[in-house]
């Protein structure tokens, strides 16, 4: 494994940015790595605060994370969940019995008065986490999608109405604006290069983008921006990014996502699958990798990640 | 198995309370039963409203309660206790993933503006509960209990400390005065007697004592009222009673506990192996039943409830 002089700022969602994170993470230092993770879909459940997108970067980091479901706790049992349900609350968003100590115990150091950020810092250090994962904002920004059936909050549209109602528009609802959390702020000015995992580019990482300052921030900065396509062959890995983008009347594949990194990005990588596709991704102006983006191994995820790097520092 | 024609208004702490309301639910129609239950013990941890004993109760009539520990949900798992340990939470009050759901409902409930009372109601009724278990107050009015080693509240004396440290008095912290719920208003008003239930009078039925007016209501009050001893040859049959009354300098017995209630008791019932205490309570100016009062059975249950009503009633 070489090592790398390079500090990187990696930006993700739930499943897809947590793979390539820990493939980062095995890679870089705690000190040469932040990833900045989507909030957007953040929900109170039962007056719970949830943050599904940390904690699945955190679960996935800490080696906890359950493979078959892409959220929560390996070995994981629903006790609590079921008894809710006999007390009459519409349990569709399933929260485990490990997982609600996640929940739990970020709620009451919210209500505490701590930011999401020093949360976030000592779940993940008391997992034996070292890497930075910071949320991107210690604001409320939302993802609202609006659907043939109404608006939707995140969480209700992707797991309630398991992404089926047709969708028109997302939006992002502030309560006044949301500015970058410390954590993603310093990354912001001190990293060398910036990383797009392989997340849902409406879902996942526009909120990000969203953040006040956060896409004028990353247009003008000064070293490389690599985006991992999450589309492969014209289908989301994971996920209705495909769905959406069909919805949206673009055809779904990697070249549209690269249409929306446009000015934010400079190099793309796509899955050998989508070979055909890279001249329409350097006609946008973006240098492309082709290689496997498939990732599941952990040796999947580190050699990504080193292709990654290796790439954007050539 | 008489009917009885009478309406009840039984006084309950945890375990041995929750035991003769149980026996009393099972021979009193909905209509002719309202358990008022100690809410000194309640506690907020990791955020969650925990209320001891109205759970015990609760838990006992619906038939779920742990029959080995005295609290808690049959068939309970800690999982989520685990992993809030993990993340560096001093876990010594044992939350079970079944128990949990109570407490997250009920804490999202209450923060929703509904009060203890109505919160209550909805549980118990999920739980197919018919008989009203009520709070003894919507307010707060914690126990206190000052040791040798300073003032703890209840839980932490009692789970935290094991009852361990030397008490040198129990003490009752309202926020600007408790006035009782609109349950237990109403069975002031309407019922023909009371029964103390076999609970602590120190830590279970003397903060239901000090809640606004209620003493005062108990004196004057114009039915039967009947008490069970908690205190069986010298023993509490389980919990710091004993310890208790040893440490404020009175022979643990019963006749020590019936003086706790002279002037809001008529009918005092003692164990069998008690027997030779009787006198010293019709002393006090109580009439006495000697019975068994240990119990372990369903059956028990009721047969002692049984004979709590057939003494009040002829």
Redesign the interface.
């Known amino acids: 494994m070489p090592s790398y002089d390079t500090n990187a700022l990696a930006l993700a969602g739930g499943v897809g940015g947590a793979k390539l994170a820990l493939g980062l993470a095995k890679i870089l230092t705690p000190e040469q790595l932040t990833v900045v993770v989507n909030t957007g879909d953040d929900e109170v459940f ?3 605060h949830v943050s599904p997108d940390l904690d699945t970067v955190m679960y996935t980091l800490a080696g906890i994370a359950n493979p078959e479901s892409g959220w929560g ?1 390996t070995g ?2 629903f ?6 349900s ?4 519409d349990t569709w968003f399933g929260l ?3 997982d ?3 929940h ?2 970020r ?2 150091l919210l ?1 505490n008065g701590e930011t999401l950020s020093e949360v976030t810092a ?2 993940a250090t ?2 034996g986490v070292n890497h930075g994962i910071v949320p991107m904002t210690d604001d409320s920004l939302k993802t609202v999608v609006d659907t043939e059936i109404g608006s939707l909050a995140f969480q209700d549209y992707f797991v309630k109405h398991r992404s089926e109602p047709k969708a028109n528009a997302i939006r992002f609802e502030t309560d006044g604006g949301a500015s970058p959390s410390p954590g993603f702020d310093n990354a912001l000015n001190d990293a060398d290069i910036i990383v797009y995992c392989p997340s849902n580019p409406y879902l996942s990482v526009a909120p990000i983008l969203e953040v006040a300052g956060v896409r004028e921030r990353i247009k003008l900065f000064s070293g490389r921006r690599v985006a991992v396509s999450p589309i492969v062959g014209g289908e989301a890995i994971k996920g209705p990014a495909a769905k959406l983008m069909a919805e949206f009347g673009v055809e779904p594949s990697c070249v549209d996502v690269a249409k929306q990194y446009v000015g934010l990005c400079d190099l793309f990588v796509i899955d050998d699958v989508d070979a055909g596709r890279a001249n329409d991704i350097e006609a946008l102006g973006m240098d492309v990798l082709v290689c496997n983006t498939i990732m599941n191994s952990d040796e999947d995820k580190t050699e990504l990640a080193g292709k990654v790097l290796d790439f954007a520092l050539r």
Chains 1, 2 share one sequence.
């Open positions: 039962y007056g719970l706790i994981e049992t006790n609590m969940l079921e008894r809710l006999a007390y009459g609350e485990g019995d490990k609600l100590a996640t739990i115990r709620t009451d209500r000592k779940l008391a997992l």
